[in-house]
């Protein structure tokens, strides 16, 4: 008779056998189906994961089955030899559960170049070297093309010249032909590109010390405004400015050929206390006038400066040097009213009096333009004064030459105009003293191409 404790010892052994066969068979199967050796493609391998997607279905559907959960293992607590079987199959069991997500993501961000999730690993990089676009390779530029009827200006760096012929006693003369007037630029004759004597329209400016030392001349040098502004004649424009200080200079009327509207700014005219910047009102006074429509189509516009003063410069935040190289570089006669009887003509050993300074600065103003400066002895001369610089900026004659020197290297040229002898009285030409060359290229340009920025004096509140 056989011993039951024997036949328990063959059905379990049986069982254990059952139970490792079908653990087995379970490796194979996922072994089969997970693992793709490493010198595989990725091509192959989703071949192979899309062969072996139908067929794991079946296969997949007795693992969790009767292997995982058959009550093969409770009855089992006792053999602690087979303790470490049922440690590969916990993992063995997760293992099908977590293969849609493991699989696909990292063997496709890294070992495909061809798949478009390649974008998504490009931040990874650092940071990509500038685009191309944004520096441009230059490319030769096309000939300008200017439309029908546009007007197009060619720096030709003609010298326009506003001269007055006197003879010994002052007075002007108005009977000069063109064969008589020679001009000379660093003493070299220069070939006349035009010459008139007819009259053009003049823009000038009043610009008027009203500082303290001014307060008794002030109601006439009003009347002598309002007598220059009765001299216009259509087309001429009058901007009205008054200084104290360099923070004091004030637009009281911009330019205009309304009379009252001069009238009235000249009437509202007042004295103020203050340090007296005679050259920065020059300095930004001329800036003005020599922008006023500079560049217009036939530009033939006089232009001019009438400055009132005592001379005296305080606190000027430009120094006379800058002041008179701007001025050579520029079309704008000064005559300057001086009233320097008040000021003290005593100086010490080195330094000069405040008069005779003041003086000095005032001639150069006027010869250096050629303008004219006026020292009135009294009050009594303003009238007449004023009428000698209406006639002449009234009878001055109008020349433009092509300078020979052609180099464009910013140096000064002096410029001088004489007038042929007759055998009668002599006669005297005066006109600016020189100009400074521009720099640079000649560009071809636009008509309306914007000028170049300028100091600008304080905008009128006047309309």
């Known amino acids: 008779m056989t011993n039951p404790r024997t036949i328990n010892l063959k059905e379990r052994s049986l069982r254990i056998v059952v139970f490792v066969g079908l653990i087995a068979l379970l490796l194979a199967g996922l072994t089969e189906t997970n693992f793709v050796p490493a010198g595989q493609t990725q091509e192959s391998r989703l071949r192979r994961a899309g062969q072996t997607t139908p067929p794991a279905k079946p296969t997949a559907t007795p693992t969790p089955g009767p292997a995982a959960a058959v009550p093969i293992s409770r009855p089992t607590p006792a053999p602690t030899t087979q303790a470490p079987v049922p440690k590969p199959a916990t993992q063995i069991t997760r293992t099908p559960a977590s293969q849609p997500t493991v699989t696909p993501t990292p063997a496709t961000q890294t070992t495909s170049p061809a798949r478009p999730m390649v974008d998504k690993i490009a931040p990874n990089l650092g940071e990509p070297p500038p685009i191309p676009k944004l520096k441009p390779t230059p490319t030769p530029t096309p000939p300008e093309e200017f439309g029908e009827g546009e007007v197009v200006r060619v720096d030709t760096e003609l010298v326009t010249l506003n001269v007055r012929v006197i003879d010994r006693n002052n007075r002007p003369i108005d009977n000069v032909r063109e064969n008589e007037l020679h001009v000379l630029e660093d003493g070299v004759e220069q070939p006349l590109a035009f010459f008139t004597r007819e009259e053009v329209p003049i823009s000038y400016g009043l610009a008027i010390d009203t500082s303290g030392s001014l307060r008794s001349q002030l109601p006439s040098v009003i009347d002598a405004g309002k007598a220059i502004v009765n001299t216009n004649k259509p087309g001429d424009e009058t901007f009205l400015v008054r200084f104290i200080s360099s923070d004091k200079i004030e637009t009281v009327q911009d330019f205009t050929s309304n009379q009252d509207l001069l009238i009235d700014g000249l009437d509202s005219l007042y004295v103020e206390g203050g340090q007296t910047a005679v050259i920065d009102a020059v300095y930004l006074s001329a800036e003005r006038l020599a922008e006023y429509k500079k560049g217009d189509d036939n530009d033939r516009r006089r232009r001019a400066l009438i ?103 910013g140096s000064y040229r002096a410029i001088k105009v004489a007038v042929a002898d007759t055998g009668r009285d002599k006669r005297i030409a005066l006109t600016r003293s020189g100009r400074v060359a521009p720099r640079g290229g000649a560009p071809t340009s636009r008509s309306s191409a914007p000028p170049v920025p300028r100091p600008r004096l304080p905008a009128t509140n006047r309309p």
């Not at 006026?374 to 007449?384: E, N």
Request: proline share 4%; aromatic share 8%; net charge neutral.
């Open 307 to 409: 400055l009132v003063t005592d001379g005296e410069d305080r606190v000027s935040f430009y120094k006379q040097e800058q002041l008179f190289a701007r001025l050579r570089e520029q079309d704008v006669q000064i005559y300057v009213i001086g009233f320097v009887n008040e000021l003290d003509k005593e100086g010490g050993l080195i330094r000069k009096s405040p008069r005779e300074r003041a003086v000095n600065l005032i001639n150069k103003l006027a010869s250096e333009t050629g303008g004219r400066a006026f020292f009135p002895q009294s009050l009594s001369d303003i009238p007449q004064i004023a009428g000698e610089i209406v006639r002449d900026l009234r009878t001055q004659y109008v020349l433009a030459y092509n300078p020979t020197n052609k180099a464009r290297d």
